[in-house]
C-alpha cells in the first residue's frame, strides 16, 4: 500500500472539483499512523533488551495494516537491525522502497522461482526441509552468489519449522554447501501469549528446552548467527527468551499481547481510525434502525450516520457493542454495521454535526478505544483487529 501523507492542518486543495475529491483522503474514512509512536516503541523495546540482543521488527501484513514502507523506516530508526515479512512480495516491496536493511521471510517458499527472486532481492527465505536447503544450493551455484537462509525448527507449534531430530543433519548438509550462509536458526512460541503460569508456562518452558536442545549440537563455528525465539509476547514475558534477537510485531505497534504484560514496557498506540458523519436524522421513539431492525429506538433520538462499514474492516459481529469518540464523548453505535456505513446514537450530542469527524479506535480527549476491547468483544484477538483495516481506508502519515 502507498503511504500517503497528511500535513497538519488542512491538506491542500486543487481549484478543480474532480480533483479536489481525489486528493482529499479524509473525505469518508480513514486510518490516520503515527511514525513516531513505533519509533518511540522501537527505542523502549530495545531498552528492555541486553546491549547484544537485536531487534528484528516484524512489518508483514502491510505492517500490521499500519502500512509497512512507513513502520519499517520508523523502526529502524528506533533502532530495529532487520525485519520480518511474511511473503515475497512484502520483501520485495521494502527493497522496492529503498529499505536496505536484512529482511527475513518468515513463510515457506516453495517455489523455485520465488527462491529465485529471493536471491535477487537478497532476502533471507526461512527454510524448513532438506528440498529447499538443495534448492537454494542450486540457485546459487548458477547465480555465482552466496545465498543467505535462516533455518526453523518445530518446537511444539505444529506449523513452519523441521523436525527436531532433522535439525541437526540440516545444519550439517548447510555446512558442507558452500555458496550456502546460515545466518540464523528460529522457532515459534506458541502459547507465550497466555496466562503466565499454568499450562501456557509449562509449553513455553517446554519449546525452549527443544530449542536449546538444538542448539547444543551445533557446531563452534555457528556461534556468530542469530539464534531467535521470542515474538511479542515472549520478548516482554521473560528475558531468558531474547537470544540473539527477538521478533517484535504487535509490541512495536503500540499494544501488548497479554493484559498480563501490559507496563512491562512503555508502548504508544501508532494507529487510529476515523470517519465522517455524513448525515444527522431525528426520529421518534419506536423507530427500527438498520437491517432486521436489530435496534429500535426507545426515545426521540438524534441518528449520525457514518461512513465506515464492514468492507473497511469494522467486524459485523460487533454490531450494537462499540462506541465511538467525538470531542472526547462515547456515542453508542445502533443498529447492524452495514457494507460501507453505521449508525451512532447521538441524541446526548446536540452540537454533532454532518462532516463531524469521529474517532472508532484510538484516543480523542479522555476517551480511548483499543484493538484488545474490540477484540475481547467480538470474541477475535487485537492482531486480527489490526490487520483487518482494508485498503480502501487511507493510511495518513501524521
Keep these: 500500500m502507498r503511504d500517503l501523507i497528511a500535513p497538519h492542518g488542512d491538506l491542500p486543495r486543487s481549484k478543480n472539483p474532480e480533483q479536489m475529491a481525489k486528493a482529499d483522503p479524509r473525505q469518508r474514512a480513514w486510518v490516520e499512523v503515527n511514525p513516531a509512536a ?14 547484544s540482543c537485536a531487534l528484528m521488527a516484524v512489518v508483514k501484513a502491510d505492517g500490521y495494516g499500519h502500512g509497512a514502507v512507513t513502520v519499517a523506516r520508523a523502526a529502524l530508526q528506533g533502532g530495529a537491525k532487520s525485519l520480518g515479512v511474511a511473503t515475497l512480495q512484502e520483501g520485495i516491496e521494502l527493497r522496492q522502497a529503498g ?18 527472486a529471493c536471491l535477487h532481492w537478497q532476502l533471507m527465505p526461512t527454510l524448513s526441509s ?8 542450486n540457485l546459487a551455484d548458477g547465480s555465482g552468489r552466496q545465498f543467505r ?49 499454568g499450562e501456557a508456562a509449562m509449553v513455553t518452558d517446554q519449546q525452549q528446552q527443544h530449542f536449546e536442545a538444538v542448539l547444543r549440537t551445533l557446531p563452534e563455528q555457528h556461534n556468530g548467527f ?43 498506540p501508532a494507529l487510529s481510525v476515523k470517519a465522517r458523519v455524513t448525515l444527522i436524522r431525528d ?58 456505513q453505521l449508525v451512532l446514537d ?43 483495516f482494508k485498503h480502501r481506508l487511507p493510511r495518513l502519515v501524521v
Design 38 to 51: 513505533v519509533e518511540a516503541n522501537c527505542r523502549s523495546l530495545r531498552r528492555h533488551l541486553c546491549e
Design 99 to 116: 529499505h536496505n536493511a536484512p529482511v527475513l521471510v518468515l513463510g515457506n517458499l516453495t517455489h523455485s522461482e520465488d527462491l529465485k
Design 130 to 137: 532438506m528440498r529447499e536447503v538443495l534448492l537454494c544450493q
Design 149 to 197: 537462509i535462516q533455518l526453523k525448527i518445530d518446537t511444539g507449534m505444529t506449523r513452519l519449522g523441521c523436525e527436531l531430530k532433522e535439525a541437526p543433519r540440516l545444519v550439517e548438509a548447510i555446512d558442507h554447501l558452500n555458496q550456502l550462509e546460515l545466518k540464523g536458526i528460529y522457532s515459534h512460541l506458541a502459547l507465550a501469549d497466555g496466562d503466565l503460569q
Design 226 to 268: 542469530m539464534r531467535h525465539l521470542a515474538n511479542s509476547a515472549g520478548t516482554l514475558r521473560d528475558r531468558g527468551l531474547h537470544y540473539d534477537m527477538v521478533r517484535v510485531g504487535l509490541a512495536l505497534y503500540g499494544h501488548s499481547p497479554n493484559l498480563q504484560l501490559q507496563g512491562k514496557v512503555d508502548l504508544q
Design 283 to 340: 426520529v421518534p421513539a419506536g423507530v427500527g434502525v438498520s437491517y432486521g431492525h436489530r435496534f429500535t429506538t426507545r426515545r426521540p433520538s438524534r441518528l449520525a450516520v457514518v461512513g465506515i462499514g464492514y468492507a473497511d474492516g469494522v467486524s459485523r459481529s460487533l454490531s450494537g457493542q462499540i462506541s465511538a469518540i467525538a470531542e472526547g464523548q462515547l456515542l453508542p453505535q445502533v443498529g447492524a454495521i452495514t457494507m460501507d
Design 346 to 388: 447521538a441524541t446526548n450530542h446536540p452540537d454533532l454535526e454532518v462532516g463531524s469527524i469521529v474517532t472508532l479506535l484510538g484516543q480523542d480527549g479522555d476517551a480511548c478505544i483499543t484493538p484488545q476491547q474490540w477484540s475481547d468483544l467480538s470474541g477475535s484477538i487485537p492482531w486480527e483487529v489490526l490487520c483487518s
